[in-house]
């Protein structure tokens, strides 16, 4: 699973010029325990800082594995392998809340399921 996260209240999907969001894989293991692996950092963070924890990246992987092995989905004629689930979410006095899951079809070339969210400290 991808995952696009950023400070407060700045937008992931469409941030202001030269504003970059923390981008990190996370892959759920037979064993059902989440690998976090950074691909590249937020703009708004000093270097060496993440926008969020290793342990919440993990607790949201766990989650977002059950969100996709359970959400209730008719795929019609489409493959499963062809549908991601695109998510957002919010994390509030360390409190994750997904606030909507959609699915969407994966664009040739695409790299993965795709969560996007802000983390919030109000």
Do not use: C, H, W
């Amino acid at each position: 699973m991808l995952v696009n996260t950023q400070l407060g209240d700045v937008s992931v999907v469409r941030p202001p010029s030269g504003v970059l969001a923390e981008t990190v894989l996370l892959r759920v293991q037979e064993d059902e325990s989440v690998e976090v692996t950074p691909v590249s950092g937020s703009s708004l963070v000093g270097d060496g800082e993440r926008v969020l924890s290793d342990s919440l990246y993990r607790q949201m992987g766990s989650l977002l594995d059950q969100v996709r092995q359970n959400y209730p989905y008719d795929y019609q004629d489409y493959d499963p392998e062809a549908v991601i689930l695109d998510l957002e979410f919010k994390i509030e006095n360390g409190v994750l809340f997904f606030k909507q899951v959609r699915p969407n079809l994966r664009l040739s070339g695409g790299n993965g399921s795709r969560g996007t969210g802000n983390r919030s400290s109000r």
